[in-house]
């Protein structure tokens, strides 16, 4: 029902910042809870922060936890990833999610997005 586009990912070196975007578009946007996952070459994908879908309620991964922010603005139907002190570690594919609850898990997410490339050399 809903579409979703991601934007921001580029290249930087370690210690920089890159601001993700994520637009919904043909549903609800406020009705959906937003995740962001990412996966690295060869790895799992894995879960990186959730928000709820007011935005009253966050969660990360203790790997991101303290270095990204997770938020949303739901009269612009788009949910963001600020994202500091970047890591060789954060490189991947970072994809956002829409789904009906609060989760880490990422088969309980009904659309995703196509996904942008996050690359931090060292």
């Known amino acids: 029902q809903v579409q979703l586009v991601e934007s921001g990912g580029g290249s930087v070196q370690a210690g920089g910042s890159l601001r993700l975007s994520c637009a919904g578009s043909?549903?609800?946007?406020?009705?959906?809870?937003m995740g962001w996952f990412r996966q690295a070459p060869g790895k799992e994908r894995e879960f990186v922060a959730v928000i709820s879908t007011s935005g009253g309620h966050t969660a990360y991964a203790d790997s991101v936890k303290g270095r990204f922010t997770i938020s949303r603005d739901n009269a612009k139907n788009t949910v963001y990833l600020q994202m500091i002190s970047l890591k060789p570690d954060d490189t991947a594919v970072y994809y956002c999610a829409a789904g009906p609850y609060v989760s880490r898990v990422s088969h309980t997410y009904d659309h995703w997005g196509q996904g942008t490339q996050v690359t931090v050399s060292s």
């Open positions: 043909g549903g609800t946007f406020g009705r959906y809870v």
